[in-house]
């Protein structure tokens, strides 16, 4: 069976995430602007957190594929069991699906904040939600990996049994 990842990374966050998969997993890696759009499979797909779902970029390619097998994973600075992430799922799902996608399963991680989104934000800087960002900053990490990676292997094994 042939699978790729596909990521799209602002800050380094997803981009680690799918080196790390790529290299345990032994799977070709492509950036968004790079991706291939047949010759696959199932694809991965990686994305930061934009506005609910997916980045624009992500977005875009996602809105290209038709009936494809496809596993996503993100990063954000939200908590990965959150109602925030719980939404992106949710969004991303529905935009696969709408293409005719099967969706083999999605894992979350946090990430660090880019400083200038930050700077940006209209969101009230409470002790809380800086004690999230200060968490998101140590992420991903090794821990975050290996759910990642047992994320993707479990939805490829599920799929290969399936075939």
Known sequence: MRVCIVYSSR??????????????????????????????????????????????????????????????????AAFPDSPHAGRCARLAEALLESRGCRVLGHFFCQGRLDPQVLERSTHPRTPERMARLNEAARHPNAQDFRLAEESVRRALLRLRQAA
Request: hydrophobic share 40%; aromatic share 16%; glycine share 14%.
């Open 11 to 76: 800050t380094g966050n997803t981009r680690a995430v799918g080196e790390y998969l790529s290299g345990r997993l032994a799977l070709p890696l492509y950036s968004v602007e790079n991706a291939p759009h047949s010759g696959y499979d199932a694809l991965v797909l990686g994305f930061w957190a934009w506005r609910g779902g997916p980045d624009e970029a992500m977005r875009a390619f996602m809105e290209t594929l038709h009936g494809q097998s496809v596993f996503f994973f993100g990063t954000m």
